[in-house]
């Protein structure tokens, strides 16, 4: 029943690069036939029945992250990009390997993490921030910059759940651009909204871009990864199948699917 | 291995956060909102006083009895809610912890400090009680606060330890309910401890020996009267005086060990 656990390190280095990954393998423990529950763990224990299949996700990525790469990871749904994103963002353990992580990493696993309904617009902000890190006089400070950017500037106290889907995504995302840490972690969540959103969403690329900004983006735009990306990985099924650079990488992809 | 910093800046902020959402949702959408913090026990109070002081005639030998009820209802309120609201605490924020990383003790402290101010505007309405029962003020009050902190400490064990299981098997959050209604008889809350030490010292002595029974007893023997029977002046061998003590150290230790090795699986898991 014992599980293993790898190690997953945090340093501060000006000339380390952003993150290391050595030999990273991740699988979960599936449940079978209900093993929910006491009785079922019981009487699985009493006939042997282990109760869950393992699931191998990850089987042993190597990569590096310099800093000031803006990195695209890609590859088919259940490829095992989420559960790579994470693992780096310290939410699931890594099972075996050694992860390094070099600064201060934010991730966006999704938009508007602790996001409310019963709150109002008001109250998120400042849930969402300390989520994310700020200190309420940080938020204080930028406060009126969200909402503006936002354009939701009369629904401030507003409960959220009054708000259309797309309001919501707007608000989130006028907070989530404000965070700044070393390194951040995107995992698709810019995929959403109408175009005038993808367009600020385009610019905010470009400005992570232009400032070197150390960047993960998981993604299936492969347009996206060409345009923004300055190296690229392709997994499948659990391995990286392809590395390098971001025209050979998207090329390789779109192969993939078609074949 | 390395040691977290157990409330750096952003853990800091966070927890605040937490706590002032859960505060917030508790009473939303109800009239009376915040009141209802104080109007529940006050209403556990009318209920049991009825019946148990007026109908029953029990605890008439007892100075400020009605006062010593609600000082005990108070209390065990706390102590239910401390523990549910803490074993719920990482299936509640599940969200959370699937999104972002996070010590994971800290939405177990933030559900149970809403119970902490909870307590807190509760002790103030004995407090005035106390003093309307004619009460004299005294410097003992003060010795409140390390029972409730041990009350306090109690219940954050048994919310790791519960709480880590509760991920995986659903189960403890039923068996929690039942035991916590047999606990209730278990504690001289609604009965006078004396009405028990009349018929068998041994039951008496082994009541007191219950953490939750000698808090309970410490608080209204500071608070109320120092006619209370407490775990100190009722059980002679200093040995055994300490057990009540240690059992909370133990429940504290073993929840913590348990909650930070099961704590890396929350995220999979929940």
């Not at chain 1, 709150?119 to 006089?137: I, Q, W």
């Not at chain 2, 039923?174 to 041994?202: C, E, H, K, N």
Request: proline share 4%.
């Amino acid at each position: 029943m014992k599980r293993s656990i790898g190690t997953r390190t945090e340093i501060s280095s000006p000339t380390a690069p952003a993150i290391t990954v050595k030999n990273l393998h991740k699988s979960f423990r599936l449940p079978t036939e209900q093993s929910f529950g006491l009785k079922q763990t019981i009487f699985n224990r009493l006939r042997g029945i282990k109760g869950y299949k393992e699931q191998k996700v990850l089987k042993g990525l190597d990569f590096e992250i310099k800093q000031g790469e803006f990195l695209g990871i890609v590859g088919r749904n259940g490829s095992g990009k989420s559960t790579l994103l994470k693992i780096l963002a310290g939410i699931y353990y890594p099972e075996k390997g050694e992860i390094t992580i070099n600064g201060n990493l934010v991730p966006f696993i999704e938009l508007g993490v602790g996001f409310n309904p019963e709150l109002t617009g008001r109250e998120n902000v400042y849930m969402n921030g300390a989520l994310l890190g700020f200190s309420n006089a940080e938020m204080d400070k930028m406060y009126d910059d969200i909402w503006k950017f936002a354009e939701l500037e009369p629904f401030q106290d507003q409960k959220l759940k009054n708000y259309s889907s797309g309001m919501q995504v707007r608000l989130a995302f006028s907070i989530a651009i404000r965070a700044r840490g070393d390194i951040l972690l995107l995992d698709e969540v810019l995929a959403v909204g109408d175009a005038a959103f993808q367009q600020k969403c385009n610019d905010y690329f470009k400005e992570l871009k232009k400032h070197h900004q150390t960047v993960i983006l998981v993604t299936h735009s492969m347009e996206d990864v060409k345009r923004f990306c300055t190296r690229a990985i392709l997994l499948e099924s659990g391995k990286i199948i392809e590395e390098g650079d971001p025209h050979k990488v998207a090329n390789a992809y779109t192969k993939m699917l078609l074949s | 291995m390395k040691i977290p910093r157990v409330l750096n800046r952003k853990n800091r902020i966070l927890l605040k956060e937490l706590t002032k959402t859960d505060f917030k949702l508790r009473y939303q959408g109800s009239v009376l909102g915040y009141l209802w913090a104080l109007l529940r026990p006050l209403m556990m109070f009318a209920i049991l006083y009825i019946v148990f002081s007026k109908l029953l005639r029990i605890g008439n030998d007892i100075p400020h009895y009605p006062v010593y009820l609600l000082c005990g209802t108070t209390l065990w309120s706390f102590f239910t809610e401390c523990t549910s609201q803490g074993i719920q605490a990482i299936i509640v924020r599940g969200d959370l912890l699937r999104k972002i990383s996070f010590p994971k003790y800290i939405v177990v402290v933030s559900s149970q400090l809403t119970a902490l101010i909870n307590l807190g505007i509760n002790l103030i309405v004995v407090v005035v009680f106390a003093l309307i029962n004619g009460v004299a003020p005294s410097w003992s009050w003060f010795l409140v606060i390390p029972a409730v902190l041990e009350l306090y400490l109690l219940s954050l064990g048994i919310a790791f330890l519960l709480g880590s299981i509760n991920v995986k098997y659903r189960d403890i959050t039923s068996i929690w309910d039942v035991l916590v209604q047999a606990l209730f008889y278990a504690v001289p809350i609604i009965y006078p401890i004396s009405m028990v030490a009349g018929t068998s010292a041994l039951a008496a002595k082994i009541i007191l020996l219950n953490p939750i029974a000698q808090a309970i007893q410490d608080i209204r023997f500071n608070l109320i009267t120092p006619e209370t029977i407490t775990t100190w002046n009722y059980i002679n061998n200093p040995f055994i005086v300490i057990i009540p003590i240690l059992f909370v150290l133990i429940i504290l230790i073993a929840g913590a060990i348990t909650f930070r090795k099961k704590s890396k699986f929350f995220a999979e898991e929940v």
